[in-house]
C-alpha cells in the first residue's frame, strides 16, 4: 500500500502533472507528441503527414510541403478522479503541452524546433497515526507531504528524404527543471516539536533521438509505413538539496542540510527508448497505424538516491517504489470523409480516436503500476491552407484499488492551433 489511511490534498496547485504516484522519481512522464498525437492514442512513429507537425518521430520533420513554415501550439487539462478504499478525492490542473515550429532547410530536409513538458510532480496527502502507543505519550500526530514541479525538454532536431521513400532524422534534447518534494510532522502537544524534511532538486542533461521512417505505395491508393526511434539514455547533472528541520513556536533547529552536486559519473540517467511503428493510409481519406515503445529505468538511480526514491522503507504507512522497464502500445486512427466538400463543413473535419495501454518506470511493492484508456478527437479546418484547430479528449485509468494501492480515472483535455502558411515561394517576375 502507498498510505494508509490517506487523505489526499486536493486544492488548487500549480502543478504540471497532480498523482500521488508522481513522489517518485521525476514524477509522472507527459503523453507524447500534439494534440494531434494525443487524440490517436499517442501514435505517430511510423506516419507521415504534411499537414501537421509530428514530433514523436524525427523523420517526420521532411512530412512537408517545401515552400511552408508551420507551428503548433496545444494545451492540455488534466481532471483525475482518485480512489484508495473509502477514501475519494478529485483534482483537475491545466498547462502548456507544446510549443513548435518546422520550416524547409533545402529541398528534401527539413528542421523543426520546440519545447514541451518532460514529466510532472504534483502531490499532496495528510494522514493521522494510529499507533495508540504513541499518541498515549505525544497526543495526535499528524503527516502531511506536498510536492510540485517539472522537467521541461527543449529539443531541436532535423530530417532528410531519400529516393521519396526513406527519411532518416537526428533529434537533440536538452532538459532542465525544478523539482521540490517536502513532508511534514505535527504534534498536537506543544511540548514537542514538529519536523520539515525535504528535498529540493535541480536537474539539466542533454541527449539525443534518431529516427527513421520508410513508405511503400500499394497500387495507386494505398500506402504502408513504418517507422523506428531510438532515445538515448540521459546523464543527468544539477543538484540536491536535502534537508530536515525542527520547529517550535518560536526556533527552528536545523537537523541536517547537505548538497549533493550530481556529476558526470551517471549517477542520475533517464531510460533509454526503442520504439517501432506501422501505419496503413488509404489515399487522403483515412489512416490506421500502431506503435510499441520500451524503455529501461532500471540502471537511472532513482532507487538510491534522496528526493527521488519516494518513501524509502516499507512499514504500515508507506510503500517502497522501484525502477522498472516502461512499455507502451498505441493503436489510433484518423478519418477525412471528404476533405474538398464544398457544401458540408462536416465533411472536411478529420475525425479521430485511438486505444492505449502501458506500464509505468515504476513499480509499488514489487508490483507493475498499468494504465489504459480511449482516446478521441477531430481537427476542424479554419482560414485557407492546413490551419486548424484540434481537440481530443482521454479517458482512461491507472492503478488499482487491490492491496490499497490508489486507482486514479481521468478525463483529460486537449487543444492544438495548426498554423501553416507558404513563406518560402520564390517571386515569378519582377
Known amino acids: 500500500m502507498i498510505f494508509s489511511g490517506i487523505a489526499f490534498i486536493a486544492g488548487a496547485q500549480a502543478n504540471s502533472q497532480y498523482s500521488p504516484y508522481s513522489l517518485y522519481g521525476i514524477g509522472d512522464l507527459s503523453t507524447p507528441g500534439t494534440a494531434y498525437n494525443r487524440t490517436m492514442a499517442g501514435v505517430g512513429i511510423a506516419n507521415r503527414n504534411n499537414r501537421f507537425i509530428n514530433i514523436t518521430n524525427p523523420a517526420a520533420v521532411t512530412a512537408r510541403d517545401s515552400l511552408a513554415f508551420m507551428a503548433d501550439f496545444s494545451l492540455?487539462?488534466?481532471?483525475?478522479?482518485?480512489?484508495?478504499?473509502?477514501?475519494?478525492?478529485?483534482?483537475?490542473?491545466?498547462?502548456?503541452?507544446?510549443?513548435?515550429?518546422?520550416?524547409?532547410?533545402?529541398?528534401?530536409?527539413?528542421?523543426?524546433?520546440?519545447?514541451?513538458?518532460?514529466?510532472?510532480?504534483?502531490?499532496?496527502?495528510?494522514?493521522?497515526?494510529?499507533?495508540?502507543?504513541?499518541?498515549?505519550?505525544?497526543?495526535?500526530?499528524?503527516?502531511?507531504?506536498?510536492?510540485?514541479?517539472?522537467?521541461?525538454?527543449?529539443?531541436?532536431a532535423a530530417g532528410v528524404t531519400f529516393w521519396k521513400k526513406l527519411s532518416l532524422g537526428a533529434q537533440c534534447n536538452y532538459y532542465f527543471g525544478n523539482l521540490s518534494k517536502k513532508y511534514y510532522g505535527i504534534f498536537s502537544n506543544s511540548?514537542?516539536?514538529?519536523?520539515?524534511?525535504?528535498?529540493?532538486?535541480?536537474?539539466?542533461?542533454?541527449?539525443?533521438?534518431?529516427?527513421?521512417?520508410?513508405?511503400q505505395t500499394l497500387g495507386a491508393k494505398s500506402t504502408v509505413g513504418i517507422g523506428a526511434t531510438y532515445s538515448m539514455n540521459t546523464k543527468m547533472k544539477g543538484y540536491i538539496e536535502d534537508y530536515s528541520y525542527s520547529d517550535a513556536s518560536s526556533v527552528t533547529d536545523t537537523l541536517y542540510h547537505k548538497t549533493d552536486t550530481l556529476d558526470r559519473s551517471g549517477k542520475i540517467r533517464f531510460g533509454s527508448e526503442i520504439g517501432v511503428g506501422i501505419c496503413y493510409k488509404y489515399e487522403d481519406k483515412w489512416m490506421i497505424?500502431?506503435?510499441?515503445?520500451?524503455?529501461?529505468?532500471?540502471?537511472?538511480?532513482?532507487?538510491?538516491?534522496?528526493?527521488?526514491?519516494?518513501?524509502?522503507?516499507?512499514?504500515?504507512?508507506?510503500?517502497v517504489f522501484s525502477s522498472s522497464v516502461a512499455q507502451s502500445f498505441r493503436l489510433g486512427f484518423e478519418i477525412t470523409p471528404n476533405r474538398n466538400d464544398i457544401r458540408y463543413y462536416m465533411k472536411k473535419v478529420t475525425y479521430r480516436g485511438g486505444a492505449y495501454y502501458k506500464d509505468e518506470?515504476?513499480?509499488?511493492?514489487?508490483?507493475?503500476?498499468?494504465?489504459?484508456?480511449?482516446?478521441f478527437g477531430a481537427t476542424f479546418p479554419v482560414f485557407r491552407w492546413y490551419n486548424g484547430i484540434s481537440v481530443g479528449i482521454d479517458l482512461g485509468q491507472r492503478g488499482t484499488t487491490d492491496s490499497n494501492l490508489i486507482r486514479e480515472r481521468y478525463v483529460n483535455l486537449s487543444i492544438g492551433f495548426n498554423i501553416f502558411d507558404i513563406w518560402f515561394r520564390k517571386p515569378q517576375y519582377d
Open 289 to 319: 497505424e500502431f506503435d510499441y515503445t520500451r524503455s529501461d529505468w532500471r540502471n537511472s538511480g532513482f532507487d538510491n538516491t534522496p528526493g527521488f526514491m519516494g518513501n524509502a522503507r516499507a512499514s504500515s504507512t508507506s510503500s
Open 191 to 215: 511540548a514537542y516539536k514538529g519536523f520539515q524534511n525535504g528535498n529540493e532538486l535541480k536537474l539539466n542533461g542533454v541527449s539525443g533521438k534518431f529516427g527513421l521512417q520508410y513508405e
Open 361 to 375: 518506470y515504476y513499480m509499488v511493492d514489487g508490483k507493475k503500476i498499468s494504465a489504459m484508456g480511449l482516446t
Open 76 to 156: 492540455y487539462g488534466n481532471n483525475v478522479f482518485f480512489r484508495q478504499g473509502e477514501n475519494k478525492s478529485i483534482n483537475n490542473v491545466f498547462n502548456i503541452n507544446d510549443c513548435v515550429m518546422s520550416f524547409p532547410i533545402w529541398k528534401s530536409s527539413a528542421m523543426m524546433v520546440g519545447i514541451m513538458p518532460y514529466s510532472g510532480t504534483g502531490f499532496g496527502y495528510a494522514f493521522d497515526y494510529q499507533d495508540k502507543d504513541i499518541i498515549g505519550q505525544t497526543g495526535n500526530v499528524s503527516y502531511a507531504a506536498s510536492g510540485t514541479g517539472a522537467i521541461y525538454q527543449v529539443f531541436a
